[in-house]
């Protein structure tokens, strides 16, 4: 079970103070584009603690990669502040704290599958046998075994997102942002990965940072789920989901999750607008 911050919760059983991986306070982007600004992120306040488990939903446009983009320090902010790991975004994309799954695969055509998920590995300098056993076991986790010495053009565009995962898991960061990366997948391979996921948070106490369109993918895995809302982007709704870590797919079916999940809706549905 989850447990927010404190010393006694009510039940006798002391916990450790919650440790923030995440600050950000009153944060603000604007892009300038040639036909008008777009203010992407309009003051957002979000913690995220260590082991949170945070699921970003929200209609497209309505900032989300953005976010993600601005924690990993690849677009600047225009206002307000962010800490990850208590240091400035850039201190802490030069010290790899964190593995980026992006929304498209970006793998590279001319390496193959293993050397694909091997790159990060080879940039860190860890030897040649971690390397090999880091890509072997990650590419089993997400079904790829066989598929090793493909080039990325061979395999279909579920595959490609699969292989994209096993390099991000493989460098076994702290913190894991993943921008939609079951997306792509049908139902029955992204339940799998769901639960393999689950599995990983679970038993390493990683933080992930999520980003989906799937409102029972995200009642499913999260502690946390931030309900976002577009033009400008800001957040509607922060959702404690306080279901048993160790939850199993036929939890979808239950009241406490289906109640969690009327909320995000009702979340996604006051941010909607569908006058434009
Ligand atoms: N580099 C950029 N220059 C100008 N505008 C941008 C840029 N990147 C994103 N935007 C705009 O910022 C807004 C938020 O975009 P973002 O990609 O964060 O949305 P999203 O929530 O991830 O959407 P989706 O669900 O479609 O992936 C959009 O209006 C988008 O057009
Ligand atoms: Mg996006």
């Not at 690849?74 to 799954?101: C, D, F, K, W």
């Not at 139902?187 to 980003?211: A, P, S, Y």
Request: proline share 7%; aromatic share 6%.
């Amino acid at each position: 079970m989850h447990r927010a911050v404190g010393s006694d919760d009510g039940t006798g059983v002391v916990t450790a103070p919650a440790k923030p991986v995440i600050e950000i306070e009153k944060l603000n982007l604007v892009f300038q584009t040639p036909d008008a600004p777009v203010h992407a992120l309009s003051d957002v306040d979000l913690t995220v603690n260590a082991g949170d488990f945070v699921s970003f939903i929200g209609p497209s446009g309505c900032g989300k990669t953005t976010l993600m983009r601005v924690i990993a320090d690849l677009e600047t902010p225009t206002g307000g502040h962010i800490s990850v790991n208590g240091m400035t975004p850039r201190e802490a994309r030069e010290q790899r704290a964190y593995g980026y799954v992006f929304q498209a695969p970006a793998l590279y055509p001319w390496r193959t599958v293993r050397k694909n998920v091997m790159l990060p590995l080879e940039i860190m300098g860890l030897d040649k046998a971690e390397q090999e056993r880091r890509a072997r076991d990650n590419l089993a986790l997400v079904n790829l075994e066989g598929f090793e010495k493909k080039f990325p053009w061979q395999l279909s565009g579920g595959m490609q997102q699969r292989v994209s995962i096993a390099r991000a898991l493989s460098v076994e960061p702290d913190l894991l942002l993943m921008d939609e990366p079951f997306g792509a997948l049908d139902e029955i391979t992204r339940d799998h990965l769901n639960e393999q996921l689950l599995r990983l948070w679970d038993q390493t106490g990683k933080t992930v940072i999520f980003v989906t369109h799937s409102i029972p993918e995200s009642v499913f895995l999260s502690s946390k789920i931030v309900v976002m809302s577009p033009r400008p982007g800001k957040i509607m709704d922060v959702i404690d989901c306080d279901l048993p870590r160790d939850r199993k797919l036929d939890i979808r079916e239950t009241p406490e999750f289906l109640a969690i999940a009327h909320r995000v809706r009702e979340g996604l549905r006051a941010g909607h607008s569908y006058d434009d």
